[in-house]
């Protein structure tokens, strides 16, 4: 029976896909004329969420073991203040900077990993603190506003454009629009890919739903659970360094203010996208799809242009209810069979 | 040695430690900036209002004080946190204000409806919030901050709607009261005192808190002995969600207006600091309100020291994550079995010399 | 197996009513969009990114420029509401390029980051008229022109007031101790503010600033930390509040500590914006002066759409009319003739 292979999850994925295509047809037919059936809206949407495509991808993995990752937000905003006073400030190389990020990305991340994993702290008061700190690094590096213009290879991958060779379209003055990507698109795309991969076909990827499906019973497999904790909180730093510096190549700017309330996008993201706090229960491309969903209903905000914007975050708190009510549901479901 | 032991095993010892290092940390700056050495503790009468420095944090610290006392509840019982408490407080402050000057009336001198029914509608939606909070997790079996997200994101921004998107200003003396004194003391510490004297007489005087901490150490076995383990986590979020809106009501009537972007900021973060400071363990299970509600007025007095030593409130986060991390490490059981190892080392060694 | 296919189609029917519906939120407001003559060739469509609603001064500015842009004066406004995150307000320019609006009118957050977002606004034919606050970016041309407050003058104007009220005091020559409620640190009118008054108090060796600490703009952090003010320093003489939010704060801080402020008190009050409630303080007798920032920059972007849509040039920095206002004015009469 092919019926049988289709779990819960998979139905979950599949109604959060659904979900996106329908809402995203509503909007093209509704909006047509404001140029929403546009490939480049799509485009905007990843151009503009590629940060948070990588954050999410991280923040899935951590919560694959259970955990939860709540200083990412601000450790984008660290990554960038240092990108920019690195670069305006001290005058260093833009690759040396950004292996610096990803470097710190790591550090931050061991440091977490260690305190949730051997200090059996709860994941949310350890990444709170973390939280905090970068909120308050960002502050100490800098606490100007510092914008990235005078390093030219930063400036020329910020501002190139990837044409597309398909969907072009001539606009009301008559200037031909090629849609286009930039370089974070490209990034988030294989940051998803590689960790779609891993999640799939790696024993750490494997391990990571051990560990979150159940602690005791992967402690009794053989699996070092303190490690595979660790190594979630490192990956997640680390894909949130990566993000930081999409973020940074689409604001080219580093702000104390930064990427606030973002870890609560990408968690946002990843609930819808099917991903259980609990843990073992997830997947990259539901989270994947949790960003579109989230962006696509910002842009239908927007291209409205006479609601409230405080409209979005009512619409997405309503679908994660939605999606939160229905998969208790499947959970209940499952026990009484059990 | 046994007796320190004895002072360390207390269950207040952490959160009373914390506030006295504080403490220990102005006298020490007072004293080498050259003034005298209990500034910080002066409490004069001046205007007819008791004034100073301890008055401020008691003052400040209300809010999240009051938030911890549901904080502590709704942690205890769910082992999970409530993180819509912040947006819950802007929620409660724009109704109210919506309520008392009329819908899309940016500032007002006279009250549109009487005092007590703003603010109780207010209250009262504070309670639904709580009462949704608790549905899903007690009777939906949702984890608990992922339920609370769906409010933390829409309870501002439906805030944001009721007031029209304006900072809706209510300057009336009545209203001015919650935020202003009482007599010569000012009013969010007696409304704090209240709200903790109330929740702890019933916790004491009711078997409520022993039911509440059975439900947070085994659920399923409370509800065999008899319990209605989701009947208790419900009440816990709405207790919650009432304190939220008395924290609410209060931080609004201090600025006499509903500033829905800025009322209650960040206001879980601290009031689940407060909690975990308070020694009490965010896993659910025992818990200790006075730890709580020390630890509240701890944060607080952290924020105006660091004040006090001119360090930019930006910068201040840096300092509050060091302690948090120092403070939580300290109590993993990890670290206490490692520090055991090593006295156990040091009693070998001893002995065999 | 049976029971599951069901469960499956149901599901699938609830996720299609979701979908619509969720979707219906942003559908609901349809019937003023369907009003919008698309293809009248003659009504101007501006797409507007706002910084918030953090601020009186920033309702103002918003109603400004609604009150403006209506369509009986020949615009449709796309008003957009970036909730004070700079990623929101990318998102907005972005969306305006989309839907293809005549004038793009941009209040930016910060003042950095924006060239790639201008590149493409530029690449599409969109003038961006740029308000408020400024814009760093490698070519000025990417922007037709900017339209704001000169925060720069606004400190001056503080500063020499200040001197020209000592001076009447006969306080000239006395030691001053000044404290300063600094605005969100980086933006625009905080660095304006501040380095305008600081050159005046250069010329003052007998001006003493205490301290610098940022209140965000707002309330309830200016009230907080001119209570730290008060209890750390004693014979403050001067509080600078680069924004009215944060006067109103430190007015109340200073009158339950016992001391009074304003013209016939303890301490001399400067305050920056002057909206309405601000002029009834001053009134009131609580705040020395105010410096004007004028929020009714919708106007004056309308007359610059007009000259730009009659092919004519525009300059590239215009500054709007401010002025100042002290207790010695008739503030009721002043009061009565503004629209905020």
Not at chain 1, 157 to 163: G, H, S, T, V, Y
Not at chain 1, 232 to 239: D, K, N, Q, W
Not at chain 3, 38 to 51: A, K, L, T, Y
Not at chain 3, 221 to 226: D, F, P, T
Request: hydrophobic residues 45%.
């Amino acid at each position: 029976m092919k019926n049988k292979k289709i779990s819960s999850n998979t139905i979950l994925l599949f109604i959060t896909i659904a979900l996106f295509v329908v809402m995203y047809a509503a909007g093209c037919i509704v909006y047509s004329a404001k140029g929403f059936s546009h490939l480049q809206t799509f485009l905007n949407i990843l151009i503009n969420n590629a940060g948070l495509l990588c954050v999410a991808c991280g923040m899935t993995c951590v919560m694959l073991t259970g955990g939860i990752d709540i200083s990412v937000g601000s450790l984008i905003a660290m990554d960038c203040m240092l990108l920019s006073v690195g670069m305006e400030r001290w005058h260093m190389n833009a690759i040396a900077l950004c292996v610096l990020v990803l470097v710190i990305g790591i550090v931050f991340g061991l440091v977490q990993g260690f305190c949730i994993g051997y200090l059996e702290i709860q994941p949310f008061i350890v990444t709170m603190a973390g939280m905090f700190f970068g909120r308050g690094m960002t502050a100490v590096i800098c606490t100007d506003q510092v914008s990235i213009s005078s390093n030219k290879l930063f400036v020329a991958l910020a501002n190139m454009k990837i044409p597309l060779p398909f969907g072009a379209y001539t606009s009301r003055r008559g200037i031909v629009q090629v849609p286009y990507i930039r370089i974070s698109v490209v990034i988030a795309l294989v940051v998803l890919v590689v960790i779609f991969l891993m999640l799939r076909y790696t024993k750490f990827g494997r391990n990571l739903y051990a560990v979150g499906g159940n602690e005791t019973s992967a402690t009794m497999m053989g699996l070092n659970v303190k490690k595979t904790k660790l190594k979630a909180y490192v990956l997640s730093s680390f894909l949130c360094s990566i993000g930081g510096i999409c973020y940074c190549l689409n604001t080219m700017s580093g702000s104390v203010q930064q990427a606030k309330g973002l870890e609560m996008n990408a968690i946002s993201s990843a609930v819808i996208g099917g991903t259980l706090l609990t843990g073992g229960v997830g997947n990259v491309i539901g989270s994947f799809f949790g960003v579109l969903i989230n962006g696509t209903i910002s842009t239908l905000v927007k291209t409205n242009g006479k609601l409230l914007s405080s409209w979005s975050n009512i619409a997405v708190a309503a679908l994660l209810c939605f999606f939160i009510v229905l998969q208790s549901i499947f959970a209940k479901i499952k026990n009484s069979k059990n | 040695m046994s007796k320190i032991k004895k002072i360390t095993g207390q269950p207040l010892f952490l959160p009373i430690f914390c506030m006295l290092l504080v403490m220990a940390v102005n006298i020490f700056y007072d004293l080498g900036s050259g003034r005298f050495a209990f500034n910080f503790f002066t409490v004069s009468i001046r205007n007819g209002v008791l004034y100073g420095r301890l008055i401020d944090i008691l003052n400040r610290g209300s809010e999240i004080a009051i938030l911890a006392i549901g904080m502590t509840l709704v942690v205890s019982a769910s082992a999970g946190t409530d993180i819509s408490v912040g947006s819950v407080m802007s929620l409660t402050a724009s109704l109210c204000c919506m309520l008392l000057a009329g819908y899309g009336v940016a500032s007002t001198n006279t009250l549109a409806v009487p005092l007590i029914v703003g603010v109780l509608a207010g209250i009262l939606l504070a309670c639904v919030c709580g009462a949704f909070n608790g549905f899903l997790v007690a009777y939906l079996n949702v984890q608990p901050m992922v339920a609370t997200l769906i409010l933390f994101s829409a309870a501002r921004a439906i805030g944001l709607l009721l007031c029209n998107n304006l900072i809706v200003y209510v300057r009336n003396d009545a209203f001015k009261f919650f935020g202003g004194y009482l007599g010569f003391i000012p009013t969010p510490i007696v409304i704090a005192a209240i709200c903790i004297a109330v929740v702890s007489l019933v916790l004491k005087r009711t078997a409520l808190g022993m039911y509440i901490q059975s439900v947070g150490i085994n659920k399923d076995a409370s509800r065999i002995a008899g319990l209605n383990s989701e009947k208790i986590i419900f009440l816990c979020y709405i207790v919650c969600g009432l304190m939220a809106g008395i924290a609410g009501i209060v931080a609004s009537s201090r600025i006499s207006s509903a500033d829905s972007n800025n009322i209650g900021l960040n206001y879980e973060l601290d009031a689940i600091l407060a909690v975990a400071l308070g020694g009490n363990s965010l896993g659910g299970g025992k818990f200790n309100l006075a730890g709580s509600i020390i630890g509240a007025y701890t944060i607080q007095a952290i924020t105006t020291t660091l004040f006090a030593l001119g360090v930019s409130s930006d910068q201040a986060p840096v300092y509050k994550a060091i302690i948090v991390i120092i403070i939580v490490a300290i109590q993993a059981p990890p670290f206490n079995a490692w520090v055991k190892r090593l006295s156990a080392k040091k009693a070998l060694a001893k002995g065999g010399a | 197996m049976k029971n599951v296919c069901a469960g499956i189609w149901i599901l699938l029917i609830i996720c299609l009513v979701c979908g619509c519906s969720s979707s219906g939120q942003p559908v609901r407001d349809e019937t003023a969009y369907q009003e919008r003559p698309q293809d009248n060739e003659n009504q101007i469509v501006v797409g507007f990114s706002q910084v918030g609603s953090e601020s009186d001064w920033r309702n103002a500015n918003s109603e400004s420029f609604r009150s403006v842009f209506t369509e009986e004066n020949g615009y449709y406004l796309v008003f957009e509401d970036a909730q004070q995150k700079q990623e929101n307000q990318l998102k907005a320019v972005r969306d305006f390029i989309l839907q293809e609006v005549d004038y793009i009118v941009l209040d930016p957050i910060v003042e950095t980051g924006w060239d790639s977002v201008l590149v493409e606004a530029k690449d599409a034919g969109i003038p961006v008229i740029i308000v408020d606050r400024q814009v760093k970016v490698e070519d000025d041309d990417l922007y037709t022109c900017w339209v704001g407050s000169d925060f720069r003058r606004e400190g001056r104007l503080a500063g020499k007031w200040l001197e020209k009220y000592l001076e009447s005091q006969g306080r000239g020559k006395d030691r001053i101790r000044m404290v300063t409620l600094q605005g969100t640190p980086g933006s625009s009118p905080q660095i304006g503010r501040t380095k305008g008054f600081a050159s005046v108090m250069k010329r003052h060796k007998n001006w003493e600033m205490l301290e610098y600490q940022s209140g965000d703009f707002t309330q309830a952090k200016g009230q907080e930390v001119m209570e730290h003010f008060l209890k750390t320093y004693d014979g403050i003489d001067v509080v600078v509040s680069e924004n009215d939010n944060m006067t109103f704060g430190a007015v109340e801080a200073i009158e339950e500590a016992g001391l009074t402020c304003g013209p016939d008190g303890d301490m001399i009050v400067l305050s920056f914006d002057a909206v309405r409630a601000a002029l009834q303080a001053m009134e009131a007798g609580k705040i020395n002066a105010d410096f004007e920032c004028n929020p009714l920059l919708g106007s004056m972007v309308s007359d610059i759409i007009h000259r730009l849509e009659r092919k004519e040039t525009v300059d590239k920095i215009q500054y709007v009319d401010e002025q100042y206002f002290d207790s010695d004015m008739d503030l009721s009469a002043i009061m009565d003739g503004r629209a905020y």
